[in-house]
């Protein structure tokens, strides 16, 4: 009985032996490297001083700036180095090995987000490439990448030709200074696969480190500052050119004959053409009432310069042909004005066959008045609104580009 037992037990001993030497070497490095391994304690083995975290962000593309929503999306990867003693191990023990991949679960990971990220906070463990990957010699290399949208202070007031500055926060979310120091590794994020954007030209990055003060605890967050300027050439040719065009085509309304008839009808159809185009290009301008754009305040000097232009015109050729030359509001502002304008008012026509007759107040002198007058004015207010539109033109593109 007792041989029968001892043949059994060197039996098992040989088996366990059997399959503890086939597996695979990471196999077996992964039992023994986790064996006993805590989730949740950090790896320092000085609990009294914080776990360091290198970090490093490399900028890999801008998807787009929402000025509705002062958001930025962008496309990161963030390359995190730290060391955990527990996670070491001796090569020669498994045929070589320098490195392993393991699940982030089974492992202490920093709690590291984008302090001002929007939508649900949470953190870097749900992206891409979430694996880390340990070294023999304890170090930890975790390269989680995500699209990432965070707010972002965006000023359109000098839309299309604005720069913004847009920051990636990055902070942990309730490690303490004490518990995690994150360390930046350069001075500015890396741009070596950086992928140019079609509607923003990237200016400049660089980091900057800020610490603040919460319940008498330091949590500290690295700034990444990417600043851009807006590719603003399509937005020249389809957006400023045309209203530019439009803008000055309405002061040739004044260069028509009074008496061509197509004074009023050029106004209106000009008018309603920047009316239409108002409509299309409307949803590609900034929506923002915080900011407002200098080039939306100009289409509306615009808007009111092309109804003025319209009711001016009506005005002139109401005074120009003036049917009721003997007894008329605008008979009278003609001779009210004419003194001002250098229009003699002398018998410079064929006088009337009566004599009796008040040559000041005949048909043909009144409407001679009238018509001198309307085109005086005609010429007038066309070079007073080119002026103008000239005037607030170039003001709006020395704003916008200084």
């Not at 994150?182 to 923003?200: A, G, L, M, N």
Request: proline share 4%; net charge negative; charged share 20%.
């Amino acid at each position: 009985m007792d041989l029968y037992i001892l043949v059994i037990y060197i039996c098992a001993c040989l088996s366990q032996c059997s399959s503890s030497t086939s597996k695979h070497p990471e196999a077996r490095l992964h039992e023994d490297m986790l064996d006993g391994i805590n989730p949740y304690v950090r790896p320092a083995s000085d609990i009294t001083k914080p776990v360091n975290v290198t970090v490093h962000l490399f900028l890999i593309s801008i998807i787009g700036l929402y000025e509705r929503e002062r958001a930025m999306s962008s496309l990161i990867w963030l390359d995190l180095h730290w060391f955990d003693d527990q996670l070491g191990w001796n090569t020669s023990k498994y045929d070589g090995i320098n490195s392993s991949r393991v699940s982030l679960n089974h492992i202490w990971h920093p709690d590291i987000l984008f302090r001002n990220e929007i939508g649900n906070k949470r953190g870097m463990k749900d992206t891409d490439f979430v694996d880390p990957t340990v070294y023999s010699t304890g170090e930890v290399v975790w390269w989680p990448g995500k699209e990432v949208r965070t707010k972002c202070e965006i000023d359109t007031t000098k839309y299309p030709f604005d720069e913004q500055e847009c920051i990636l926060a990055i902070g942990k979310w309730y490690s303490d200074d004490s518990k995690i120091h994150i360390i930046p590794v350069s001075p500015k994020p890396d741009i070596t696969y950086y992928e140019e954007s079609e509607q923003w030209h990237l200016l400049d990055t660089y980091v900057k480190i800020d610490t603040r003060l919460e319940s008498h605890l330091e949590f500290s967050r690295i700034f990444y500052i990417i600043k851009v300027k807006r590719r603003s050439t399509f937005f020249i040719m389809n957006v400023i050119m045309p209203v530019l065009c439009l803008s000055f085509l309405n002061q040739l309304c004044f260069v028509l004959p009074l008496d061509s008839g197509e004074k009023t009808g050029m106004c209106m159809a000009i008018f309603l053409t920047f009316a239409v185009f108002l409509s299309l290009i409307g949803n590609s301008l900034p929506q923002s009432s915080i900011n407002m754009p200098a080039y939306c305040v100009y289409l509306v000097f615009q808007t009111i310069l092309s109804i003025l232009t319209i009711s001016l015109e009506v005005f002139i050729l109401r005074l120009y042909n003036n049917p009721h030359w003997h007894d008329s509001s605008f008979s009278r502002i003609a001779f009210f004005l004419a003194p001002g304008l250098r229009i003699p008012l002398s018998n410079e026509i064929t006088k009337t066959d009566d004599d009796n007759a008040d040559w000041h107040k005949s048909k043909q002198f009144t409407e001679a008045i009238c018509q001198n007058v309307a085109i005086k004015l005609d010429s007038i207010f066309g070079w007073v609104l080119f002026a103008c539109n000239l005037a607030f033109t170039l003001t709006f593109f020395v704003f916008v580009n200084t």
